[in-house]
C-alpha cells in the first residue's frame, strides 16, 4: 500500500502535463495508464492536434516547447471558406510580436516528450498498462486497488482518461452528449503543392475537411468530419476513388492529393459532464468534455484545465490549506465549466448554422464571413480565440 498525494488515471496529454505541473510542488504523484508507455518510435502524424500560443506557453514553462515545436509544423495563416460560396475569411500572424498562429503537433510526440521530462522527478510514479479493479473514496482519501494488487491511498484523484472516463463512470458522476451524426475521417496525405505553412478548412454540405499543415512541405493531415452516411460511403471507397473525392472537396486547393497512410474514422460525439467534482475526485480535459474538433480546440481546452487546476493547487500548499479543499474543488469546477460552456456553445452553433442547406443561410455565411473578414475589431475577437488568448486564462498561460 502507497500513501500519495495525488493519483492521477490516465497518461494522455493532460495527465502527464499535470504531473509535471505538480511535481515541482513536492508532492508523492502517481499517474495510472491502461495502455503502454510512450516510446521513442518514430513519428506517424496519423492523429494530430493544433496547439495555440497559450498551450505552447504552459508547455515552455515545462521545459518540452522546444522539442515538440521541432517535431511539429508551425503555421502562420489560416484560410477557411465554404464550398460553392464567397464566404471567405483568413488570419495571418504578424511578426514579430506574433511569428506563428499555431503548431500541427503529433498527438504521440507530445506525450513522449512530457514523459521523457517527467522522467527527472523522482517523487511521481508510473504504472502503464495497469487496470485499476476498485476505486472507492471516503472523506479523507480514495483508495485505487489496481489488478496487479498495488494499492495507491491518495488525498486527491483526477480523472484525465478521456472521453470513456472510468472514472467518472465509477464516480457517477452524470453526463449530457450528444451525437453529432458525424464521423471524422483522419488520415495523413501528399499534396501537389506545397502547404505554404497554411492551416486551410472548407465547409461542405455534409460536413467540414481540414487539412493541416506537417513538417514536410508537401504532406498533411486531414481532418475530414462527414455526415454519418457519407462517411461511410467515402470509407469504402478504395484509394484512388477516395483520392479524387478528396481533391475536389479541397477543390484542389493543394491540387491532386494523395493517401500517404491509412484512413481511421472515429464517431463524433459532445460530452459534458456536469458535475466535475465529487467529494475528493475531479475530472479534467476529455474525461470533463468532449467538443467538435472543426476549430481544432480539444486539446487546447484540457491543458488549460489542468492548468488551472495545478494553480489551484499550488495557491492552497502556499496558504497552508488541504490540496483537495472542497471550496477549492468547486472553485476549479466553477471556473473550468464556464471556459468549456462557452466552446461547446460555439462550436455547436458553428455546426449547426453551416449544415443548414437553405440558400438564403448559405447567402447571409458568406456575407457574414466577409464581414468578420473586413471588421477588423471582430477579426481580433476571432483570432484572440483562435490564439487562446481570450477567456479566464491561467496563469502559466498568459503572456
Same mark, same amino acid.
Given at each position: 500500500m502507497q500513501n500519495l498525494d495525488i493519483t492521477i488515471v490516465g497518461g494522455g496529454s493532460a495527465g502527464l502535463t499535470l504531473a509535471l505541473l505538480l511535481a515541482p510542488l513536492g508532492l508523492q504523484i502517481a499517474v495510472v495508464e491502461q495502455g503502454a508507455a510512450p516510446t521513442s518510435a518514430e513519428l506517424t502524424y496519423q492523429r494530430v492536434s493544433a496547439l495555440n500560443p497559450a498551450s505552447m506557453r504552459l508547455l515552455s514553462h515545462l521545459g518540452v516547447a522546444d522539442p515538440i515545436m521541432a517535431q511539429a509544423a508551425a503555421y502562420s495563416s489560416m484560410a477557411v471558406w465554404e464550398a460553392d460560396s464567397f464566404g471567405r475569411i483568413e488570419f495571418s500572424a504578424e511578426p514579430p510580436q506574433l511569428p506563428q498562429l499555431g503548431w500541427i503537433c503529433d498527438n504521440e510526440g507530445i506525450r513522449q516528450q512530457l514523459y521523457q521530462q517527467l522522467q527527472t522527478h523522482n517523487n511521481v510514479q508510473c504504472f502503464f498498462q495497469a487496470k485499476i479493479s476498485q476505486l472507492a473514496q471516503t472523506e479523507r482519501e480514495v483508495l485505487v486497488q489496481l489488478a496487479s494488487g498495488d494499492i495507491l491511498l491518495s488525498q486527491l484523484l483526477v480523472g484525465a482518461d478521456g472521453g470513456n472516463s472510468f472514472v467518472r463512470q465509477q464516480q457517477q458522476l452524470p453526463l449530457t452528449h450528444w451525437d453529432y451524426q458525424q464521423q471524422a475521417i483522419v488520415a495523413r496525405i501528399h499534396c501537389q503543392e506545397p502547404h505554404q505553412g497554411v492551416a486551410r478548412q472548407v465547409f461542405l454540405p455534409t460536413g467540414p475537411l481540414a487539412l493541416l *499543415?506537417?513538417?514536410?512541405?508537401?504532406?498533411?493531415?486531414?481532418?475530414?468530419?462527414?455526415? %454519418?452516411?457519407?462517411?461511410?460511403?467515402?470509407?469504402? @471507397?478504395?484509394? #484512388?476513388?477516395?483520392?479524387?473525392?478528396?481533391?475536389?472537396?479541397?477543390?484542389?486547393?493543394?491540387?491532386?492529393? %494523395?493517401?500517404t497512410s491509412e484512413r481511421h474514422a472515429f464517431p463524433l460525439t459532445m460530452r459534458y459532464a456536469s458535475e466535475w467534482v465529487r467529494g475528493r475526485v475531479v475530472l479534467?480535459?476529455?474525461?470533463?468534455?468532449?467538443?467538435? *474538433? @472543426?476549430?481544432?480546440?480539444?486539446? #487546447?481546452?484540457?491543458?488549460?484545465?489542468?492548468?488551472?487546476?495545478?494553480?489551484?493547487?499550488?495557491?492552497?500548499?502556499?496558504?497552508?490549506?488541504?490540496?483537495?479543499?472542497?471550496?477549492?474543488?468547486?472553485?476549479?469546477?466553477?471556473?473550468? =465549466?464556464?471556459?468549456?460552456?462557452?466552446?461547446?456553445?460555439?462550436?455547436?452553433?458553428?455546426?449547426?448554422?453551416?449544415? #443548414? =442547406?437553405? *440558400?438564403?443561410?448559405?447567402?447571409?455565411?458568406?456575407?457574414?464571413?466577409? @464581414?468578420?473578414?473586413? @471588421? *477588423?475589431g471582430l477579426k481580433q475577437k476571432l483570432m484572440a480565440a483562435a490564439l487562446g488568448n481570450s477567456g479566464d486564462l491561467p496563469d502559466i498561460a498568459k503572456y
Amino acid at each position: 500500500m502507497q500513501n500519495l498525494d495525488i493519483t492521477i488515471v490516465g497518461g494522455g496529454s493532460a495527465g502527464l502535463t499535470l504531473a509535471l505541473l505538480l511535481a515541482p510542488l513536492g508532492l508523492q504523484i502517481a499517474v495510472v495508464e491502461q495502455g503502454a508507455a510512450p516510446t521513442s518510435a518514430e513519428l506517424t502524424y496519423q492523429r494530430v492536434s493544433a496547439l495555440n500560443p497559450a498551450s505552447m506557453r504552459l508547455l515552455s514553462h515545462l521545459g518540452v516547447a522546444d522539442p515538440i515545436m521541432a517535431q511539429a509544423a508551425a503555421y502562420s495563416s489560416m484560410a477557411v471558406w465554404e464550398a460553392d460560396s464567397f464566404g471567405r475569411i483568413e488570419f495571418s500572424a504578424e511578426p514579430p510580436q506574433l511569428p506563428q498562429l499555431g503548431w500541427i503537433c503529433d498527438n504521440e510526440g507530445i506525450r513522449q516528450q512530457l514523459y521523457q521530462q517527467l522522467q527527472t522527478h523522482n517523487n511521481v510514479q508510473c504504472f502503464f498498462q495497469a487496470k485499476i479493479s476498485q476505486l472507492a473514496q471516503t472523506e479523507r482519501e480514495v483508495l485505487v486497488q489496481l489488478a496487479s494488487g498495488d494499492i495507491l491511498l491518495s488525498q486527491l484523484l483526477v480523472g484525465a482518461d478521456g472521453g470513456n472516463s472510468f472514472v467518472r463512470q465509477q464516480q457517477q458522476l452524470p453526463l449530457t452528449h450528444w451525437d453529432y451524426q458525424q464521423q471524422a475521417i483522419v488520415a495523413r496525405i501528399h499534396c501537389q503543392e506545397p502547404h505554404q505553412g497554411v492551416a486551410r478548412q472548407v465547409f461542405l454540405p455534409t460536413g467540414p475537411l481540414a487539412l493541416l *499543415p506537417l513538417p514536410d512541405a508537401q504532406q498533411c493531415s486531414i481532418v475530414w468530419s462527414a455526415d %454519418t452516411a457519407r462517411a461511410e460511403q467515402l470509407l469504402a @471507397l478504395d484509394n #484512388n476513388a477516395f483520392n479524387q473525392a478528396l481533391s475536389a472537396a479541397s477543390q484542389s486547393v493543394l491540387g491532386c492529393l %494523395t493517401l500517404t497512410s491509412e484512413r481511421h474514422a472515429f464517431p463524433l460525439t459532445m460530452r459534458y459532464a456536469s458535475e466535475w467534482v465529487r467529494g475528493r475526485v475531479v475530472l479534467v480535459a476529455d474525461a470533463a468534455h468532449s467538443i467538435h *474538433p @472543426l476549430a481544432g480546440q480539444g486539446m #487546447n481546452l484540457g491543458l488549460m484545465d489542468v492548468a488551472a487546476l495545478a494553480q489551484i493547487i499550488e495557491k492552497q500548499l502556499q496558504s497552508g490549506k488541504a490540496l483537495a479543499e472542497p471550496r477549492a474543488l468547486l472553485a476549479y469546477q466553477r471556473w473550468r =465549466k464556464a471556459e468549456a460552456q462557452s466552446m461547446i456553445a460555439t462550436m455547436e452553433a458553428f455546426k449547426r448554422g453551416f449544415s #443548414n =442547406k437553405q *440558400p438564403a443561410l448559405k447567402l447571409l455565411r458568406g456575407v457574414g464571413l466577409l @464581414l468578420a473578414d473586413k @471588421l *477588423p475589431g471582430l477579426k481580433q475577437k476571432l483570432m484572440a480565440a483562435a490564439l487562446g488568448n481570450s477567456g479566464d486564462l491561467p496563469d502559466i498561460a498568459k503572456y
